[in-house]
């Protein structure tokens, strides 16, 4: 049944909807991307209404976290119990956790015993396995598809996933109008359970290694991408020795940080300063959403560009973007300044990517990433949860104008390190061919080279000096 839209897609994308178990999954892995984005809306929505007067903030931010901060944890943690499963078996278990623990949340409520503790702890129970559930859904294919047919499909399933932010929050602002949260959260353990049946039900054809598959590919089938604890030490030691690559980290990190408290203060502005309803909310994370796509598009443009400036220049524009919140008696500046701080933030990722790909050592660049997702996982749930214990103290506009400030300032610190580091590099002295004076020479970007090692000039993507 899914021929014919196979037929409309490019060229490219075409041989992958004849894999049938990608053309009979992918369905429910929209409809389950659709779910996560609903929730995106409900989970703060429905701590509002349980919090304790006085206690809103923390609460927020407290369910804000326990939706992803255990998912972190178990990917870590739980390493030497399931990095050997299956990505099916991976894939399923996860389904299977958050329909059930996710649909008990509606179920509580609907009985009248659903509390704020509670409800914490079923949110943080149902993310545990979410990591590796990730992981098994991209690496559920590996055995069936050659390196093009991969590209394509982590590019399918990354749209969906793009597509859901906008959707998703959209549609449960609508539903939020008519049902509690707690319900749309139902609805969001319900696409895990379709996602949970339909994928135990498909047949996956083994692959031996000999059969046009290398052992790499066979093993990543029953691994799937989730590199554990020990490659995230590997990389943080190679991090260690490029202080290029650990800043880029570092600014991730802080970015990420500081954007935490904005999905916490943002329900307490929607419900408090513009006492406005979650159909308003959703639409505030729609217009992000949207304009981050549109921003991620623009990714091969900026690409053009010098890297770190480009970089730090997204940090501050986010944070501008985020100002306008200072306006707290009507929404249509903060709408305009969230979309626009979407439409920067978009190129953001791949950006940060493309330099971890130009910068770091050949053979280390699986370890490099797997220590900066364990590392970056923290970093918004964090922040979410210090913006909930300031919103028991200051009001939701002043904690989403201080994210804006907070933003400006990382990407001039950024800026004034980076100045720093550039004046005081080491000089180097080379002999010039024709006159035999000696003329200092300094690196313009990236960790010091040899000048006369081309190959590794080409490996960084860096100037030769003097460029």
Same mark, same amino acid.
């Given at each position: $049944?899914?021929?014919?839209?196979?037929?409309?897609?490019?060229?490219?994308?075409?041989?992958?909807?004849?894999?049938?178990?990608?053309?009979?999954?992918?369905?429910?892995?929209?409809? !389950?991307?659709?779910?996560?984005? $609903?929730?995106?809306?409900?989970?703060?929505?429905?701590?509002?209404?349980?919090?304790?007067?006085?206690?809103?903030?923390?609460?927020?931010?407290? !369910? #804000?976290?326990?939706?992803?901060?255990?998912?972190? %944890?178990?990917?870590?943690?739980?390493?030497?119990?399931?990095?050997?499963?299956?990505?099916?078996?991976?894939?399923?278990?996860?389904?299977?956790?958050?329909?059930?623990?996710?649909?008990?949340?509606?179920?509580?409520?609907?009985?009248?015993?659903?509390?704020?503790?509670?409800?914490?702890?079923?949110?943080?129970?149902?993310?545990? @396995?979410?990591?590796?559930?990730?992981?098994?859904?991209?690496? %559920?294919?590996?055995?069936?598809?050659?390196?093009?047919?991969?590209? =394509?499909? *982590?590019?399918?399933?990354?749209?969906?996933?793009?597509?859901?932010?906008?959707?998703?929050?959209?549609?449960?602002?609508?539903?939020?109008?008519?049902?509690?949260?707690?319900?749309?959260?139902?609805?969001?353990?319900?696409?895990?359970?379709?996602?949970?049946?339909?994928?135990?039900?498909? =047949?996956?054809?083994?692959? &031996?290694?000999?059969?046009?598959?290398?052992?790499?590919?066979?093993?990543?089938?029953?691994?799937?991408?989730?590199?554990?604890?020990? /490659?995230?030490?590997?990389?943080?030691?190679?991090?260690?020795?490029?202080?290029?690559?650990?800043?880029?980290?570092?600014?991730?990190?802080?970015? *990420?940080?500081?954007?935490?408290?904005?999905?916490?203060?943002?329900?307490?502005?929607?419900?408090?300063?513009?006492?406005?309803?979650?159909?308003?909310?959703?639409?505030?994370?729609?217009? @992000?959403?949207?304009? /981050?796509?549109?921003?991620?598009?623009?990714?091969?443009?900026?690409?053009?560009?010098?890297?770190?400036?480009? $970089?730090?220049?997204?940090?501050?524009?986010?944070?501008?973007?985020?100002?306008?919140?200072?306006?707290?008696?009507?929404?249509?500046?903060?709408?305009?300044?969230?979309?626009?701080?979407?439409?920067?933030?978009?190129?953001?990722?791949?950006?940060?990517?493309? %330099?971890?790909?130009?910068? +770091?050592?050949?053979?280390?660049?699986? +370890? #490099?990433?797997?220590?900066?997702?364990? #590392? %970056?996982?923290?970093?918004? &749930?964090?922040?979410?949860?210090?913006?909930?214990?300031?919103?028991?103290?200051?009001?939701?506009?002043?904690?989403?104008?201080?994210?804006?400030?907070?933003?400006?300032?990382?990407?001039?610190?950024?800026?004034?390190?980076?100045?720093?580091?550039?004046?005081?590099?080491? #000089?180097?002295?080379?002999?010039?061919?024709?006159?035999?004076?000696?003329?200092?020479?300094?690196?313009?970007?990236?960790?010091?080279? !040899?000048?006369?090692?081309? /190959?590794?000039?080409?490996?960084?993507? $860096?100037?030769?000096?003097?460029?």
């Amino acid at each position: $049944m899914f021929s014919s839209p196979g037929r409309l897609l490019p060229g490219a994308y075409r041989p992958l909807f004849a894999v049938r178990p990608f053309r009979r999954l992918l369905p429910v892995f929209a409809l !389950s991307d659709l779910g996560d984005g $609903m929730s995106t809306v409900a989970v703060a929505w429905l701590a509002l209404s349980l919090a304790p007067p006085g206690g809103q903030g923390t609460l927020v931010g407290v !369910s #804000v976290a326990a939706y992803t901060l255990p998912g972190a %944890l178990g990917a870590l943690v739980l390493g030497r119990w399931l990095r050997r499963l299956p990505a099916q078996r991976l894939l399923v278990a996860d389904a299977v956790l958050r329909a059930l623990l996710l649909g008990a949340i509606p179920i509580a409520h609907l009985a009248g015993v659903l509390g704020p503790t509670g409800y914490v702890v079923l949110l943080g129970a149902s993310s545990l @396995f979410h990591a590796w559930g990730k992981a098994g859904k991209y690496a %559920l294919f590996t055995p069936l598809l050659d390196d093009g047919l991969r590209l =394509a499909a *982590n590019s399918v399933l990354s749209t969906s996933l793009s597509s859901a932010t906008v959707l998703g929050p959209a549609l449960a602002g609508l539903l939020a109008g008519t049902v509690s949260p707690a319900w749309i959260i139902g609805l969001d353990a319900a696409t895990f359970a379709v996602l949970a049946v339909q994928a135990g039900r498909i =047949a996956l054809p083994t692959v &031996p290694t000999g059969a046009g598959r290398t052992a790499g590919a066979s093993r990543t089938a029953g691994t799937p991408g989730t590199a554990g604890a020990g /490659a995230a030490r590997q990389g943080l030691a190679v991090l260690r020795h490029h202080p290029e690559l650990l800043g880029l980290l570092v600014l991730t990190w802080l970015f *990420n940080f500081a954007y935490g408290p904005v999905e916490v203060a943002l329900p307490l502005f929607v419900g408090h300063s513009l006492d406005d309803g979650a159909g308003l909310l959703g639409a505030y994370w729609a217009v @992000f959403g949207a304009g /981050a796509v549109l921003g991620a598009l623009g990714a091969g443009a900026a690409r053009r560009l010098p890297l770190w400036p480009t $970089m730090i220049a997204i940090v501050a524009g986010h944070g501008v973007g985020l100002l306008p919140f200072a306006a707290a008696h009507t929404a249509v500046p903060s709408l305009i300044g969230f979309a626009a701080a979407g439409i920067v933030y978009g190129p953001y990722s791949a950006l940060s990517l493309a %330099l971890l790909q130009d910068r +770091t050592p050949s053979g280390s660049l699986t +370890t #490099v990433l797997a220590a900066r997702s364990a #590392v %970056l996982i923290t970093a918004s &749930p964090l922040g979410a949860t210090l913006g909930g214990l300031l919103l028991d103290r200051v009001s939701a506009p002043v904690v989403l104008c201080g994210c804006g400030v907070a933003m400006i300032l990382i990407a001039a610190l950024a800026a004034a390190f980076r100045a720093f580091h550039h004046h005081f590099r080491p #000089v180097r002295r080379t002999l010039h061919p024709c006159t035999g004076e000696h003329h200092l020479s300094i690196p313009l970007d990236g960790p010091p080279t !040899s000048p006369t090692d081309p /190959a590794e000039q080409h490996r960084s993507g $860096m100037p030769a000096p003097g460029r």
